[in-house]
């Protein structure tokens, strides 16, 4: 990719590879280039090896971000408070990463530039990101930046005219990002974190000409795998859905490299286990952990499908919380829809039927391990299998049902079961034929599809 020359060269705040050089080490094996890098970065600050290796992988990323075989390109984010070194790191990257721009500010206007006119990759070295972007008007940009082809439009000169007044800027392109605050919940989805560790120590001071040569040496890969073709991956257990989309440019980036993947895979496991205890401490993840107990507590993954109803889901999510703070189940309803759950309303009462595979789905995504039940092989039981969950005892010529946990299908049943056994004794059946009725309408219930669970 060419730069375009809307300026003087003056204007690009980057040191520019010299072009003899990069023939040079076009025309040769380079195989020590990896571990160079490596060399260089660690001469301004310190990191663990994990947090190194994803560090070292991105700087090769930035140069080949622009492959038409990659589609994402994640952000790297140092976060940690005051004097841990993370502006440090970022202009050691910075500098030897591909048309490396440092900015202390977040300008919707220099953004646009950089990001259409060099296709570089911005370092941003703020104090609190999110807050920075909220106030810009850039929240749109910093959420766009990790995938190829997104745009964002302005409207630049509105007396022409509706549709001719609209400018689209192509905003995709590696990102770095420093910040004392954690960024929001959603900018933070496109990152791959980097706590900064606090080993104070005396390290020397990043400038772009000690990282010329390498930026020379990397030129000429970049041009040497400019188009290599990647085969397609298959998701490494444990990583999955964004993350996995984008970690698996850094597997490509890996492949290209003498370095063992193994130490990367390790480093992403990481993160994915720290993005799972987050999840786990969202309003979500909570919602997730309650139909979790519900569905263990009852057995309920032992079927295909089955119903929880939200006043159940309701009460347990509300358990420990003041009065005053506990939620409704509109609220609680409108949450588990917006969770792709599907809701349906029967005489009054709200329920979320979930079927096997999204139970499986919801768990993964929200840090949970899956179910160590055996799979499910039905919907619903049958009647013949009803009657195999009830153990049918005869005395004195009678015969009346003993019920355990696992023969309801739902809390709502377990609540209507011992509620009609409650009605049928106060209205003088003994204890042995409340149950057995109690039973009976529960399996009349079923059938009819009339009680509310």
Not at 123 to 143: H, P, Q, T, V, Y
Not at 285 to 308: C, H, M, P, Q, Y
Request: aromatic share 12%.
């Amino acid at each position: 990719m060419c730069l375009h020359f809307w300026g003087k060269i003056k204007h690009f705040q980057f040191t520019l590879p010299r072009a003899a050089e990069v023939m040079r080490y076009f025309a040769q094996e380079d195989p020590a280039l990896y571990e160079d890098v490596l060399s260089y970065m660690k001469r301004f600050s310190a990191l663990d090896d994990e947090q190194w290796a994803i560090v070292a992988h991105y700087v090769f990323l930035t140069y080949l971000h622009d492959n038409p075989g990659i589609d994402y390109c994640p952000y790297i984010l140092f976060n940690a408070v005051p004097e841990r070194g993370k502006s440090r790191t970022g202009k050691s990257v910075i500098y030897v990463a591909f048309r490396g721009i440092h900015l202390v500010e977040l300008r919707e206007a220099t953004i646009f530039r950089y990001s259409q006119y060099l296709h570089g990759t911005l370092f941003f070295d703020l104090m609190d990101i999110s807050k920075k972007a909220e106030r810009g008007n850039s929240d749109d940009i910093l959420l766009l930046r990790a995938e190829k082809g997104a745009k964002c439009c302005r409207i630049r000169n509105p007396e022409e005219g509706p549709f001719n007044d609209m400018v689209y800027f192509d905003i995709y392109g590696p990102t770095i990002i420093s910040s004392n605050e954690p960024p929001q919940k959603i900018l933070e989805t496109r990152c791959l974190p980097i706590t900064m560790p606090n080993r104070p120590g005396n390290y020397e001071n990043p400038r772009p000409e000690l990282a010329r040569e390498l930026k020379e040496r990397l030129t000429a890969w970049r041009a040497k795998n400019m188009t290599k073709i990647f085969p397609d991956m298959e998701p490494i257990e444990g990583i999955s859905g964004r993350l996995w989309d984008l970690a698996k440019t850094m597997f490509f980036v890996n492949s290209l490299l003498p370095v063992d993947s193994h130490i990367l895979e390790e480093s992403i496991l990481a993160i994915a286990s720290e993005k799972d205890e987050s999840m786990k401490n969202t309003i979500e993840g909570r919602l997730v952990a309650v139909i979790k107990e519900i569905t263990s507590e009852f057995a309920l993954d032992r079927f295909t499908e089955w119903n929880i109803k939200i006043s159940d889901i309701r009460t347990r999510y509300n358990q420990g919380k003041p009065e005053d703070r506990h939620a409704s189940s509109s609220w609680i309803g409108k949450r588990l829809k917006n969770m792709s759950f599907r809701n349906r309303i029967i005489h009054g009462y709200s329920e979320i039927r979930i079927t096997s595979d999204e139970y499986d789905n919801i768990l993964k995504q929200y840090g949970y391990t899956g179910r160590v039940s055996a799979k499910p092989t039905n919907t619903l039981p049958e009647k013949a299998e009803q009657d195999q969950d009830v153990l049918r005892v005869v005395e004195g010529g009678r015969v009346f049902a003993q019920v355990d946990e696992n023969s309801f299908n739902s809390p709502g049943e377990r609540e209507f079961y011992y509620e009609k056994i409650e009605e049928l004794k106060d209205d003088g059946w003994s204890q042995e034929e409340s149950e057995r009725l109690a039973y009976e309408a529960l399996k009349l219930s079923r059938k009819s599809d009339e009680t509310p669970f």
